[in-house]
């Protein structure tokens, strides 16, 4: 099976109504896109990174009443969970793609994680590009774009990173729906791996944390 693309009815899927309607659809329609987007990305990125990379697409095991907003397949350098630790995402609310580098709030490094990279901030801030986004709460749909918080305002997100239990900070891209559904599946794994080359110094800033 070959990677197409994602379509107007990808998104519709977070208009059903009720967990077990949504998921049912979402399981069926959305989830194998993932998985083979999860496939090409791990190895593509085990070259990248030069750690083997693993793929995980969302489960959303632990829901029970209210059906998901989005979801995902995360990448990381564990085959036995990824929220622990640095990694990327691929994934789409009902208006827009989304694709990260993310540290959640349950990882491990944020502390350490949060100080090497505001001391290299100003470098890191003139190699993203404006047209990026920062979210800090990964179960959002809003970001804000990088020219507008590239500064003070990032200096004071990746700070509360470190100082903030529930804090959390992802940097990427958005696709707005009416653009990812003229893409074919070619021009969304371009999109995607040039997204990834871009974000690759903040996912090396790990290997800084875990060697200090």
């Given at each position: ?56 697409v ?19 350098s ?50 993203i ?84």
């Amino acid at each position: 099976m070959e990677f197409t693309g994602f379509t107007e009815e990808d998104f519709a899927v977070f208009t059903i109504d009720g967990l077990e309607a949504r998921m049912e659809k979402l399981i069926e329609q959305v989830r194998p896109k993932l998985q083979l987007l999860g496939e090409y990305f791990a190895p593509e990125l085990s070259g990248l990174t030069g750690e083997e990379m693993f793929y995980h697409v969302a489960k959303h095991a632990r829901r029970t009443v209210n059906p998901p907003k989005d979801t995902w397949v995360a990448i990381a350098s564990s085959n036995r969970g990824y929220k622990k630790l640095p990694h990327f995402q691929i994934g789409l609310f009902e208006t827009h793609l989304f694709v990260w580098f993310a540290i959640i709030y349950e990882s491990l490094v944020k502390v350490d994680y949060s100080k090497a990279l505001g001391h290299q901030l100003q470098t890191l801030t003139k190699h993203i590009p404006d047209s990026f986004v920062w979210s800090v709460d990964h179960m959002k749909p809003d970001a804000v774009s990088h020219a507008s918080v590239k500064g003070e305002q990032l200096e004071q997100m990746v700070k509360r990173l470190g100082e903030v239990k529930k804090a959390e900070l992802l940097c990427g891209i958005h696709v707005s729906k009416e653009e990812a559904v003229k893409m074919d599946g070619a021009s969304f794994i371009a999109k995607v791996e040039e997204t990834f080359k871009t974000l690759l110094p903040l996912y090396d800033l790990k290997k800084q944390v875990y060697s200090a």
